[in-house]
């Protein structure tokens, strides 16, 4: 499955995403500012790494040797995430936070 708005048949140099990330308990305690938002645009499956899985599982395909994958994610999400990288052959670039110090994006490279 390719991932969406990419053409199996090119290759990127960059591929930057913002994916769904809630998880099922993530939605049951969604802050009330959040209800409002169309659930697709929050929910990322059971575990909140359905878009993350497709994606990654992709990048290999659709990146040119160097080319770079650039993902935000959940707080409690990145070594999941580093892990599938990795399985795929991808390289970790740089490991972001956000303001607050929590786990924020992953910028990895196609060697």
């Given at each position: 499955?390719?991932?969406?708005?990419?053409?199996?048949?090119?290759?990127?140099?960059?591929?930057?995403?913002?994916?769904?990330y809630?998880?099922?308990?993530?939605?049951?305690?969604?802050?009330?500012?959040?209800?409002?938002?169309?659930?697709?645009?929050?929910?990322?499956?059971?575990?909140?790494?359905?878009?993350?899985?497709?994606?990654?599982?992709?990048?290999?395909?659709?990146?040119?040797?160097?080319?770079y994958?650039?993902?935000?994610?959940?707080?409690?999400?990145?070594?999941?995430?580093?892990?599938?990288?990795?399985?795929?052959?991808?390289?970790?670039?740089k490991?972001?936070?956000?303001?607050?110090?929590?786990?924020?994006?992953?910028?990895?490279?196609?060697?």
């Open positions: 499955m390719v991932a969406p708005h990419c053409d199996r048949n090119k290759i990127y140099d960059m591929v930057i995403s913002n994916p769904p809630l998880s099922d308990a993530d939605m049951a305690e969604m802050q009330k500012e959040l209800e409002f938002e169309p659930q697709k645009a929050l929910y990322g499956g059971s575990d909140g790494l359905m878009y993350y899985k497709r994606l990654v599982h992709e990048a290999p395909f659709i990146l040119r040797k160097g080319g994958l650039v993902l935000e994610h959940g707080s409690t999400q990145q070594e999941e995430i580093v892990k599938m990288l990795q399985k795929c052959g991808l390289t970790i670039f490991l972001i936070k956000d303001l607050g110090g929590n786990d924020r994006g992953i910028i990895a490279v196609k060697n």
